[in-house]
C-alpha cells in the first residue's frame, strides 16, 4: 500500500521538528570543561596573569580582549600591533607546508556568543507543549548548557570565514515562546542561511583602509544581544559571551556542530518532494513506491525457487578463503539485489550480528565491479573514451551510523590475505 505524498510531508515535517529541538548540550557545569575538551583554556580578557578569575569571569563591554587590536596608522597606512604575526603576510601555500610538527602554531579563539542554561529551556519547553517529561522514560540534561552560537577568530580578532555556527534549538525554542507553531519548525534550514549571513556580516566589520578590523567586546557583545533578540530566546534565559575559548594550533579549529547531522538532509528530501524531484530509493524508503508483488521467501518456496534460477546468479563472486558459497537465502538476496536494483530502487537486508550480512555484500560489491568490467571491455573504440559511460554509476559507498559497521566492509575488501585463496 502506497503512502500519500502529504503523509510523509507531515511525517518529515515533525522529523525535522524533533531535530531542531534536539540540542547539543555542553558537559559539566563550568565552560572550563567545554574548554578542555576542545584542548583549550579560558582567556576572556588581556591581562599579565597566565590563570585566575581575571581570565574566567566573563567579559564585559569594553574589556580588553585576549587578543591584539589591529589598529590603522595615520602616517603610512600600515596595520600595527603587538604580535608575532603579520596579518598582512600571506599564508603559505599547500605545497610548501611540511607536517604540522613543522609549521607554526597560531592562537586562535573560539568565542561563545550566546547560552542557555539546559535544565531550564527543556522546563519551559514542557510547558510550550503543555507536557510533564515523565523522568522514568526521558533522560533529561542535569545540569549544563545550550550553546546559542559561536564563531572562531583569528589571533588578531578577526573572523575566520564560514566559522559562525547557530543552533536550531535556541532558534526552535525562541519561534515557540514568541507564539510560533511546531510546523514551522521545518523552516529551520532556510532561517539559518538567512541568519548566518547577516550576522556573519555583523562579525566582519572594517575600518577606514578597508581592510577587516580586529572585533572588541562591544561589538561582540553587541552582535550577541541582536542575536539573541533575533532568535527570541526570553530575558531569564539568555546569557551573553559567556567566554572565549583560547587555543594554540596550525589550523583553525572547526566550526561548532550545535545542530543535527540530519536538518540539510531532510530538508533536501522535503523540498524533492515537493518539487517532485524525489529519487527512487528516497521514494521506496519512504513508502511512496511500495513493492508491486511482496512475498514472504520463508514461505512461498515457489517464488524463492524461482529466485534462484542460473540465469539470476551473477557472474561475480568475491573470492575467500576456501571459496565457501554462499547461503541458500544469502545468495537470493544477492539474485534479488542484482536483478532488481540494475538501475534504481532499495534493499533492506535484515538480519542479527555474525549471520553474513557483511559476507553478503561482498559479492555484491564484486557483481558491481563485474558490470563496470562488461561494460568498459564493450567500448569498440576505447581511444576515443568513455563514450556515455558515467563511472559513477558503479560507484560504491558505504555509508552507516555506526564506525564498526563501516569498517566492517570498508577495511576488510583490499585485505589480500581475506580475498584470496593461498592456492591462487
Known amino acids: 500500500m502506497s503512502i500519500a505524498a502529504e503523509t510523509v510531508r507531515d511525517v518529515l515535517r515533525s522529523w525535522i521538528a524533533c531535530e531542531v529541538l534536539s540540542p547539543q548540550i555542553t558537559k559539566g557545569n563550568g565552560w572550563s570543561d567545554v ?24 567579559p564585559q563591554d569594553g574589556d580588553p580582549t585576549p587578543w591584539p587590536i ?50 531550564e529551556s527543556f522546563e519551559r519547553l514542557d510547558e510550550f507543549f503543555d507536557d510533564q517529561a515523565d523522568e522514568d522514560q526521558t533522560i533529561r540534561p542535569l545540569s549544563g548548557f545550550v550553546v546559542a552560537a559561536s564563531v572562531v577568530l583569528d589571533e588578531w580578532g578577526i573572523i575566520v570565514p564560514d566559522s559562525l555556527a547557530i543552533s536550531s534549538f535556541c532558534w526552535g525554542f525562541g519561534h515557540l515562546s514568541t507564539g510560533g507553531t511546531p510546523d514551522d519548525l521545518s523552516d529551520w534550514s532556510t532561517e539559518e542561511r538567512g541568519l548566518k549571513l547577516r550576522f556573519a556580516d555583523l562579525l ?3 575600518g577606514p583602509d578597508g581592510q577587516p578590523r580586529s572585533l572588541t567586546w562591544d561589538d561582540l557583545r553587541g552582535v550577541s544581544r541582536a542575536l539573541v533578540e533575533e532568535l527570541g530566546i526570553p530575558d531569564d534565559l539568555q546569557i551573553l559571551t559567556p567566554c572565549v575559548i583560547e587555543m594554540v594550533r ?29 529519487s527512487g530509493a528516497v521514494a521506496s524508503y519512504l513508502g511512496l513506491n511500495p513493492p508491486i508483488d511482496p512475498w514472504d521467501c520463508l514461505n512461498d518456496r515457489l517464488k524463492l525457487s524461482q529466485l534462484l534460477g542460473p540465469g539470476l546468479f551473477p557472474l561475480g563472486r568475491w573470492p575467500g578463503n576456501g ?46 565491479i563485474i558490470t563496470r ?52
Not at 574548554?35 to 585566575?52: L, W
Open 250 to 278: 596550525p589550523d583553525p579549529p572547526a566550526a561548532d556542530i550545535l545542530s543535527s547531522f540530519y536538518l540539510s538532509d531532510l530538508s533536501r528530501v522535503l523540498d524533492a518532494i515537493d518539487n517532485e524531484t524525489v
Open 70 to 119: 589591529l589598529t590603522e596608522s595615520q602616517d603610512d597606512g600600515q596595520h600595527e600591533a603587538e604580535g608575532s604575526v603579520d596579518p598582512s603576510e600571506p599564508l603559505p601555500a599547500a605545497s610548501e607546508v611540511g607536517s604540522p610538527r613543522d609549521r607554526k602554531l597560531r592562537t586562535w579563539y573560539s568565542v561563545i556568543l550566546a547560552a542557555m542554561p539546559a535544565v
Open 373 to 424: 568490467a562488461e561494460r568498459l571491455a564493450a567500448i569498440e573504440s576505447p581511444w576515443n573514451g568513455l563514450g556515455d559511460i558515467d563511472l559513477m554509476d558503479y560507484a560504491i559507498v558505504v555509508a552507516s551510523s555506526n564506525n564498526a559497521a563501516v569498517e566492517n566492509i570498508s577495511l576488510e575488501l583490499p585485505v589480500r590475505e581475506k580475498a584470496l585463496d593461498a592456492s591462487i
Open 204 to 206: 566582519a566589520p572594517r
Open 35 to 58: 574548554a578542555g575538551d576542545r584542548g583549550g583554556r579560558i582567556r576572556n580578557r588581556k591581562t599579565g596573569a597566565d590563570d585566575g578569575p581575571t581570565l574566567w569571569q566573563p
Open 323 to 368: 571459496l565457501h558459497p554462499l547461503t541458500l537465502l544469502q545468495q537470493a538476496a544477492v539474485n534479488a539485489i542484482a536483478r532488481d536494483l540494475d538501475t534504481h530502487g532499495l534493499a533492506a537486508v535484515n538480519g542479527p550480528p555474525g549471520t553474513g550480512k557483511t559476507t553478503l555484500l561482498r559479492d555484491v560489491v564484486a557483481h558491481v
